[in-house]
């Protein structure tokens, strides 16, 4: 039988006996003051241990304009596997630095959420991937030590892709839930959690979280819960840690979660929550006061929410215009050029959105004001991680950029535009 479901049978059999017993389990200290009103301030690291193209365009420019791989699978199969780790050895070495950890800290954030492929910790036959990132991740976690931060490890993509992302390293593939493929991934969760939850990291490491964005939609929603709560078992009772389990709601309605492990037989369960209104042609037309109502609609849902909620992934953008933001090739909705699923409409030209310095005062006002509003909704829950820190060339995306231009405010509770909720 594949390991996944004969696991599955002994997890449930085990997994009932063992928390019977631990209904009030001796909580060890956690290293900040989640569900204490201490508010998770933070940034994402993208585009870094898994390659995007709109975060890092020129890395992808390189190639011909007709054969320009769409992610990193691709990156490193059009490459080789030698040339790509001498790229990648370089991209890791460089994208961010012990300054960067410093900016961080001094601009008031608290945590930093680093995605990670599987690929990291194990290679399926014939992946084109390269190994070596791990290195470079332990060293940003003692950076992260150095000035106070406290890190979330997030598995980005697994075998297959669990939603066909380009940002999973592999798109346009949905195949995470085959007996192979989750086999793989149970002994990628184990690797991750047991090296990244081990005391030695506990001071700094204060969640772990088993997958990022599994398309709930296309997959089966059963096996998800399996995953999740295999990997609660793996961190509370294979590695007996009491860190953060982040788990991503898989684009369900957060209150959809009301009954999965809840407190007190569960406890340290983070229900991660991505919130972006830019990929549909619904939501790059909306006005700056639709954007704002619906982010009051998010502070909503997260109040409505039973487990801890961090907003894990959210941006400044309000619209698509990012090249490549839609995946290589791919245009934006928001300026009708957008070639998927019956495309899309013309809203507004995105020739101007590239370059802040040709925004409007009235666009950089409503930018500031959104991501004000923001930060207030997330913070109805535990608080938020803003995707990313830095791109090559993403204003909408980029935090250290933001901060720069004063869109970002600073200090990061200090407001232009109060109560654009009631909250
Ligand atoms: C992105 O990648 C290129 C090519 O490797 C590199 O030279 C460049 O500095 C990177 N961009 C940024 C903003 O770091």
């Not at 070596?132 to 979330?152: E, H, I, S, T």
Request: net charge neutral.
């Amino acid at each position: 039988m594949a390991r996944f479901a004969s696991l599955l049978c002994i997890f449930l059999t085990l997994f009932s006996a063992v928390t019977a017993n631990s209904v009030a389990p001796a909580r060890r200290w956690l290293n900040f003051g989640y569900g204490l009103g201490e508010k998770v301030r933070g940034v994402n690291i993208g585009g870094w241990l898994v390659l995007e193209p709109y975060i890092n365009l020129s890395l992808f420019k390189q190639f011909p304009a007709h054969h320009i791989p769409v992610d990193e699978y691709h990156f490193c199969r059009y490459l080789g596997k030698k040339e790509c780790l001498r790229q990648l050895k370089r991209h890791w070495a460089t994208w961010v630095t012990e300054k960067d950890f410093a900016q961080m800290a001094a601009a008031g954030l608290n945590h930093v959420r680093m995605p990670v492929g599987y690929w990291a910790f194990s290679l399926l036959e014939g992946d084109p991937y390269v190994q070596g990132q791990l290195p470079y991740l332990d060293r940003a976690l003692r950076w992260a030590r150095k000035y106070g931060l406290k890190v979330w490890i997030d598995i980005h993509g697994l075998p297959g892709s669990q939603n066909g992302f380009d940002n999973s390293g592999l798109r346009d593939s949905y195949a995470w839930q085959t007996d192979s493929n989750m086999d793989a991934s149970l002994s990628i969760m184990e690797a991750m959690i047991t090296r990244y939850a081990a005391p030695h990291w506990n001071d700094v490491v204060t969640a772990v979280q088993p997958v990022n964005e599994p398309l709930g939609p296309v997959l089966d929603r059963s096996k998800i819960e399996a995953y999740y709560d295999y990997s609660y078992y793996e961190l509370r009772n294979v590695v007996d840690s009491d860190i953060c389990l982040a788990l991503h709601d898989a684009f369900y309605p957060q209150t959809s979660w009301n009954s999965f492990l809840q407190y007190p037989k569960y406890y340290h369960v983070i229900l991660d929550h991505h919130a972006y209104q830019v990929f549909s042609p619904g939501e790059v037309a909306r006005d700056q006061a639709a954007h704002l109502a619906q982010t009051c609609v998010e502070g909503q849902n997260i109040l409505a929410t039973s487990l801890w909620t961090v907003v894990g992934e959210w941006s400044a953008a309000l619209t698509d215009c990012t090249q490549w933001l839609n995946g290589v090739g791919r245009g934006a909705r928001y300026d009708g050029t957008y070639s998927l699923n019956g495309g899309s409409s013309y809203v507004g030209s995105c020739r101007r959105r590239w370059d802040f310095s040709s925004w409007t005062a009235q666009e950089k006002a409503n930018s500031r004001q959104y991501v004000e509003a923001q930060m207030d909704a997330y913070e109805q829950g535990l608080g938020w991680i803003f995707w990313c820190w830095k791109t090559e060339n993403a204003i909408e995306w980029d935090f250290s950029s933001l901060l720069q231009k004063g869109i970002i405010p600073q200090p990061l509770d200090s407001r232009k535009f109060p109560k654009a909720c009631n909250f």
